[in-house]
Nanobody
Framework: QVQLVESGGGLVQPGDSLKLSCAAS????????VGWFRQAPGQEREFVAA???????NYADAVKGRCAISRDNAKNTVYLQMNNLKPEDTAVYYC????????????????WGQGTQVTVSS
């Protein structure tokens, strides 16, 4: 059981950077993989990045080279650093947890946050 709250979204211009935060609580957090997903209007939810409990990281092709996921277990927080943002990155970003997950897009993510809006526009 993990509870998740996202923050850090906002309105930025193309080329800007954002650092999203996912604050977690719950006894099983340290054994859970945490993933970031996004959903644009009229689109399906899309995998962005994930990190396993052991530190394995995976990224979607659309964000490779521009994003970095990190985990601070002392603060029970997972971060998503996003650089060189593009208009197509505009979406609501969600974090999710998977107990004993491997940090992949198709892990069983059972706990979800409420989302934070990222808008990239000039």
């Amino acid at each position: 059981q993990v509870q998740l709250v996202e923050s850090g979204g906002g309105l930025v211009q193309p080329g800007d950077s954002l650092k999203l935060s996912c604050a977690a609580s719950g006894r099983t957090y340290s054994s859970s993989a945490v993933g970031w997903f996004r959903q644009a209007p009229g689109q399906e939810r899309e995998f962005v990045a994930a990190v396993s409990w052991s530190g394995v990281r995976n990224y979607a092709d659309a964000v490779k080279g521009r994003c970095a996921i990190s985990r601070d277990n002392a603060k029970n927080t997972v971060y998503l650093q996003m650089n060189n943002l593009k208009p197509e990155d505009t979406a609501v970003y969600y974090c999710a947890a998977s107990l004993y997950g491997s940090g992949r897009w198709n892990d069983e993510y059972k706990s979800w946050g409420q989302g934070t809006q990222v808008t990239v526009s000039s």
